[in-house]
């Protein structure tokens, strides 16, 4: 027996979960709209349907795997001859700061603006379908989850290479711009100010001049800007304490911790947590799509 259930829940987007596999029944003839954030991995199970934006339509046979950035528009209908079985997730690059480098992040931002990487469209015997398909088959914990990031950076081919490091970079600034782009943000909360300064081979002084000029804020307001918001996610996906938070994202002192949350989001942390706090997402399905269950 199959019934559908319907959930609507209201979450702040970045805090939805990622890199969760989640599977759908579109009614024959009728119309889904991923409505997810970042970017949306989506894989016809079975049946036949069509990827539809503006007035274009793109056929989408079992196996057909679709890769779009948030700002893509389009639905998802299934054929008037048979009921759809979806598969997707999505991944947010931003919430990956310990893996991603920050260059890596720039290029995910604009790729989602370029044409040829906003909507890919895979065939079934395409190779990131095809181990997509294996991921789906194997959906325990950890393992599965880096087979789907794994999906989903193979979607972009070379394009995610590591970039070569200049010949003329021999000055200060390019150093530290390297430095910034190939390492993930939670490296300065590792390295001191006198460690990146002569990482960097330059004067204190001087560095201070150009990290401002490269990141628009100076190395303590960054090292702050990244422990907030490594703070503002564990409130909202743990169960931690807030004392216990305060800790893991560097701040000794609790009163400091509560002052500094409650200046950058206008509220305390407990209060912030009560607000996006969204511990049973697991469990309950949203996007205010139909979810399938099996009973």
């Given at each position: ?9 209201k979450l ?10 989640k599977?759908?029944?579109i009614?024959?003839g009728?119309e889904?709209?991923?409505?997810a954030?970042?970017?949306s ?14 007035q274009?339509?793109?056929?989408l ?7 779009m950035?948030?700002n ?9 001859l048979?009921?759809v ?5 999505h991944?947010i690059?931003a919430r ?8 890596e ?6 790729a989602a ?16 379908s095809?181990?997509?398909m294996?991921a789906?088959q ?12 794994q999906?989903?950076?193979?979607a ?11 010949k003329?970079s ?17 490296t ?16 204190p002084?001087h560095?201070s001049?150009?990290?401002c000029?490269?990141?628009g804020?100076s ?18 996906t743990?169960k931690?304490k807030?004392?216990?938070v ?6 000794k002192?609790l ?7 409650t ?5 305390s ?5 009560q607000?996006n706090?969204?511990e049973?997402l697991?469990?309950?399905?949203g996007n ?8």
């Open positions: 027996m199959v019934k559908t259930i319907e959930h609507k829940i702040p987007h970045f805090f939805e979960p990622h890199l969760t596999l599977t759908i029944s009614l024959s009728e889904w709209t991923p409505k954030y970042g970017w991995f989506v894989r016809v199970q079975n049946g036949n349907a069509y990827w539809l934006q503006e274009s339509s793109i056929e046979e079992a196996g057909t795997t679709l890769l950035a948030e893509v528009r389009g639905g998802i209908r299934a054929s008037q048979c009921d079985s979806v598969c997707h997730f991944v690059p990956l700061t310990g893996l991603i480098a920050s260059g992040q720039d290029f995910f931002k604009q603006l370029r044409g040829e990487f906003d909507l890919q469209v895979f065939p079934a015997g395409h190779p990131v095809i181990k997509l294996d789906i194997n959906p325990a914990g950890l393992p599965h989850r880096l087979a789907l990031l999906v989903f950076i193979e972009f081919g070379k394009e995610l290479k590591p970039e070569p490091p200049h003329d021999a000055d200060a600034k390019e150093r530290l711009r390297i430095f910034l782009r190939d390492n993930p943000p939670d300065l909360l590792e390295i001191s100010f006198s460690e990146l300064a002569k990482t960097t081979h330059c004067t002084r560095l001049r150009i990290f000029e490269l990141t804020m190395f303590r307001d960054k090292r702050a800007e990244i422990r907030l918001a490594r703070a503002s996610e564990l409130l909202a743990s931690s807030v004392v216990e305060a800790l893991e994202s560097g701040y002192s009163s400091l911790f509560n002052l500094m949350f200046r950058r989001f206008g509220t942390p407990g209060r912030w947590r607000k706090r969204i049973s697991e469990t309950r399905r205010n799509s139909r979810q399938v269950v099996v009973l």
